[in-house]
T-cell receptor, first 111, second 114 residues
């Protein structure tokens, strides 16, 4: 399973765009990239998932370059309520769900 | 629709005791997974069940066991509790139990072992 590396923490001001990059150098052909968000004392919440190029939903965008060795989660115009830990995960398709979480990126948004 | 529910929300036990945690998945979901989250770390996979059968097991001792019932709810049992078992225990459900399925997590059970 591909190991992921992401910054331990990031700070942002409200209204700014935040980009969190995750490195997954050993990603395999069948692996998908998934991001989860977690608030204190709550379970993680699915944000977005992708395989290549760009995926966008109502809350975020996920950019994956051609070599797929990294991915960037983009949060447009963050608010205070986006303060949370963000996890990048790599999962192999067709296998039983066994999410491997790293330590995540702690995003702190301030006024 | 109700999300994943877990009970109890908090639990205090002493070393050597046994504990049972319960999880009800989202209606229609047939897979339940259990995770342990120690303070300051990401969740660690313990078990996955699909259609009442164990599909995956993480690197946890045999003191940890689980089962899934015909209604797809699940229980996690931990025997001979150690101080290091203090953690937030998370349950997640998904439709088919595949790795690319969206996992829906419950609020967790906070276990404190004294």
């Amino acid at each position: 399973l591909a190991k992921t590396t992401q910054p331990i923490s990031m700070d942002s001001y409200e209204g700014q765009e935040v980009n969190i990059t995750c490195s997954h150098n050993n990603i395999a052909t069948n692996d998908y990239i998934t991001w989860y968000q977690q608030f204190p004392s709550q379970g993680p919440r699915f944000i977005i998932q992708g395989y290549k190029t760009k995926v966008t939903n109502e809350v975020a965008s996920l950019f994956i370059p051609a070599d797929r060795k990294s991915s960037t989660l983009s949060l447009p115009r963050v608010s205070l309520s986006d303060t949370a830990v963000y996890y990048c995960l790599v999962a192999q398709t067709g296998t039983a769900s066994k999410l491997t979480f790293g330590t995540g990126t702690r995003l702190q948004v301030t006024l | 629709d109700a999300g994943v529910t877990q009970s109890p929300t908090h639990l205090i036990k002493t070393r050597g005791q046994q504990v049972t945690l319960r999880c009800s998945p989202i209606s229609g979901h047939k897979s339940v997974s259990w995770y342990q989250q120690v303070l300051g770390q990401g969740p660690q996979f313990i078990f996955q069940y699909y259609e009442k059968e164990e599909r995956g097991r993480g690197n946890f001792p045999d003191r940890f066991s689980a089962r899934q019932f015909p209604n797809y709810s699940s229980e996690l049992n931990v025997n001979a509790l150690l101080l290091g078992d203090s953690a937030l225990y998370l349950c997640a459900s998904s439709l088919s139990g595949l790795s690319t399925d969206t996992q829906y997590f419950g609020p967790g059970t906070r276990l404190t072992v004294l």
